[in-house]
C-alpha cells in the first residue's frame, strides 16, 4: 500500500470513529486525489476550524470553485457543522475528510464522477 491509500485508510477511520459514519470509499478516494499535493504536507492536509480565514478559504476554493456552489450564508453553515461533527475539540481535522463531508451535506458526488 502507498502512502495515499494509508491516509485514506486513516480518513474512513476518522468518518466511521470521529463523526460517526460510514464512508463511501470511492468517493472518499475521489475527493482524496482532488486534494492533490496537500494531503502530504503537515499544514495543508487540516483545515484550522477556528480560524476564519482558513474556513473563507474552504468556502471560495473548495464550495464555490469546485463544487460550483453560489455564495450565501449556508455554506458557512455548512462548514460550521461539519466542523462540528468533526468535533471542535479535534485537533486534526483532516482536508479531505471535512472536504468528503461538504460534497455529502451538499449532495455534490456528482462533481467526483
Known amino acids: ?3 495515499r491509500d494509508d491516509l485514506i485508510a ?3 477511520d476518522d468518518l466511521r470513529n470521529k463523526c ?3 464512508p463511501d470509499m470511492d468517493l472518499l478516494t475521489k475527493v482524496t486525489i482532488g486534494c492533490g499535493p ?3 504536507d503537515a499544514d495543508a492536509a487540516t ?3 477556528s480560524q476564519p480565514s482558513e474556513l473563507e478559504t474552504v468556502k471560495t476554493n473548495f464550495l464555490k470553485k469546485k463544487l460550483g456552489l453560489a455564495d450565501g450564508p449556508e455554506l458557512m453553515e455548512a462548514i460550521h457543522s461539519v466542523i ?3 468535533g471542535k475539540s479535534e485537533r486534526n481535522k483532516y482536508r479531505a475528510v471535512v472536504y468528503y463531508m ?3 451535506h451538499f ?3 456528482s462533481v467526483y464522477g
Do not use: N, R, S
Open 84 to 86: 462540528e461533527t468533526y
Open 20 to 22: 460517526g459514519m460510514e
Open 1 to 3: 500500500m502507498g502512502k
Open 38 to 40: 496537500a494531503i502530504y
Open 107 to 109: 449532495g455534490k458526488e
Open 10 to 12: 486513516t480518513y474512513a
Open 102 to 104: 461538504l460534497t455529502k
Open 47 to 49: 483545515v484550522a476550524g
